[in-house]
């Protein structure tokens, strides 16, 4: 049992580990919302809407955090006949495939998707602009009901659409449960540590994921003792606390700019969770604790670890600063999701 290597094993885990992102690729007639679908699912409004990007030659990558959603180019065009399409954007690279669709559904659509079928690729059905469905005499019921079998017609398959509207912001939350389950669970846990959440049952699957995170960059920065804690004899590493910390709020979607926007209920809350994430904020944080039970030793095993860090008191000290840190962002996040349930006049179940 020796701690070098144990550090040297978290250490090669957590940088594999940064390396593999999950991939989403996005497909879809011009206008059906793509761009828009991407920016609901990262929360932030990286990609240019309302443009159209018929132009585009090129697979546009919008990374955030473990996640990377990719908004790929029109397949069978006279730009890109299909051979030309798959040789260049590589389909099996991706982890997942959303075809996006608003208006009438497509046939070149219905072929990408049997490419891809045929691939073993999963590809969900995602209808956007379920505010725009609209028919005299019909209900909407039946509206939607005449777009699922349009689409299973032309596919020729029982497939599952998704009904979205980025506009209102309906349907999302079933969508990212849906993607969710369709992910394998080393992509799955990535995609719900990056992706936006519409629930608080997402909020918790983040905090679950957290947990296995704070166990891995406590134990290096443990591990890694370089900068001692004022008052007792412990020493940790304050740069990987401040990765941890960050991915931590990055986790739940509190950037800076979001913060800054909150309303001023939430502001004082939210400044305090950027003021920690911060060297100086840790080290208060952890001569806090220092005092505490907290600087009692773990003595039981932490697979993620490795007994020999888990062993240390510097462990419990960075473990419990981190797990601090994730309930202060998991509490901002779970008011601001209420808050945002309740401008939408949903109800937070
Ligand atoms: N009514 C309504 N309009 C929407 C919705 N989502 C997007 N739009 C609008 O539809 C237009 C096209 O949206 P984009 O997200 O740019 O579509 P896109 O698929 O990326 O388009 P290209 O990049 O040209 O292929 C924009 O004007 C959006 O504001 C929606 O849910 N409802
Ligand atoms: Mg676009």
Same mark, same amino acid.
């Given at each position: 049992?020796?701690?070098?290597?144990?550090?040297?094993?978290?250490?090669?885990? !957590?940088?594999?580990?940064?390396? /593999?992102?999950?991939?989403? +690729? =996005?497909?879809?007639?011009?206008?059906?919302?793509?761009? %828009?679908?991407? &920016?609901?699912?990262?929360?932030?409004?990286?990609?240019?809407?309302?443009?159209?990007?018929?132009?585009?030659?090129?697979?546009?990558?919008?990374?955030?955090?473990?996640?990377?959603?990719?908004?790929?180019?029109?397949?069978?065009?006279?730009?890109?006949?299909?051979?030309?399409?798959?040789?260049?954007?590589?389909?099996?690279?991706?982890? !997942?495939?959303?075809?996006?669709? #608003?208006?009438?559904?497509?046939?070149?659509?219905?072929? =990408?998707?049997?490419?891809?079928?045929?691939?073993?690729?999963?590809? !969900?059905?995602?209808?956007?602009?379920?505010?725009?469905?609209?028919?005299?005499?019909?209900?909407?019921?039946?509206?939607? $009901?005449?777009?699922? +079998?349009?689409?299973?017609?032309?596919?020729? %398959?029982?497939?599952?659409?998704?009904?979205?509207?980025?506009?209102?912001?309906?349907?999302?939350?079933?969508? #990212?449960? %849906?993607?969710?389950? $369709?992910?394998?669970?080393?992509?799955?846990?990535?995609?719900?540590?990056?992706?936006?959440?519409?629930?608080?049952?997402?909020?918790?699957?983040?905090?679950?994921?957290?947990?296995?995170?704070?166990?891995?960059?406590?134990?290096?920065?443990?591990? &890694?003792?370089?900068?001692?804690?004022?008052?007792?004899?412990?020493?940790?590493?304050?740069?990987?606390?401040?990765?941890?910390?960050?991915? =931590?709020? /990055?986790?739940?979607?509190?950037?800076?700019?979001?913060?800054?926007?909150?309303?001023?209920?939430?502001?004082?809350?939210?400044?305090?969770?950027?003021?920690?994430?911060?060297?100086?904020?840790?080290?208060? =944080?952890? @001569?806090?604790?220092?005092?505490?039970? +907290?600087? @009692?030793?773990?003595?039981?095993?932490?697979?993620?670890?490795?007994?020999?860090?888990?062993?240390?008191?510097?462990?419990?000290?960075?473990?419990?600063?981190?797990?601090?840190?994730?309930?202060?962002?998991?509490?901002?996040?779970?008011?601001?999701?209420?808050?945002?349930?309740?401008?939408?006049?949903?109800?937070? &179940?």
């Amino acid at each position: 049992m020796s701690i070098y290597k144990d550090v040297e094993n978290l250490r090669e885990e !957590l940088e594999k580990d940064q390396k /593999d992102k999950v991939k989403v +690729a =996005l497909f879809g007639q011009p206008g059906a919302g793509k761009s %828009s679908l991407i &920016n609901k699912i990262i929360g932030e409004n990286k990609a240019q809407t309302g443009q159209s990007t018929d132009v585009t030659v090129e697979a546009l990558e919008y990374e955030h955090e473990d996640l990377v959603l990719v908004d790929l180019p029109g397949y069978g065009t006279s730009k890109f006949p299909k051979d030309r399409w798959e040789q260049e954007f590589q389909p099996e690279q991706y982890d !997942l495939f959303l075809c996006v669709f #608003s208006g009438k559904f497509h046939s070149a659509d219905t072929e =990408l998707f049997k490419q891809l079928k045929n691939r073993g690729k999963v590809c !969900l059905f995602v209808r956007n602009k379920h505010d725009d469905i609209w028919e005299d005499g019909k209900t909407l019921e039946q509206l939607e $009901a005449e777009i699922v +079998a349009d689409v299973q017609k032309q596919v020729g %398959s029982r497939e599952a659409v998704h009904f979205v509207s980025c506009r209102r912001g309906t349907g999302l939350d079933q969508l #990212s449960e %849906s993607i969710q389950h $369709a992910l394998e669970p080393s992509r799955r846990e990535k995609y719900i540590r990056s992706a936006k959440a519409y629930t608080l049952k997402h909020l918790e699957a983040k905090k679950e994921s957290a947990k296995r995170l704070i166990y891995k960059y406590a134990g290096l920065a443990a591990a &890694n003792g370089l900068n001692p804690v004022p008052g007792v004899d412990i020493s940790v590493d304050l740069g990987v606390m401040l990765v941890l910390f960050n991915k =931590l709020r /990055d986790s739940y979607g509190l950037s800076e700019n979001k913060i800054n926007n909150l309303t001023p209920t939430l502001l004082p809350i939210g400044k305090k969770v950027l003021d920690i994430a911060t060297k100086e904020g840790i080290l208060l =944080l952890l @001569k806090r604790f220092a005092g505490q039970q +907290a600087s @009692k030793q773990i003595s039981k095993y932490i697979p993620f670890v490795g007994q020999a860090i888990a062993a240390t008191i510097g462990f419990a000290l960075t473990k419990y600063a981190g797990e601090a840190y994730l309930n202060d962002c998991h509490e901002l996040a779970m008011k601001i999701l209420e808050e945002e349930l309740a401008l939408k006049g949903a109800t937070v &179940n």
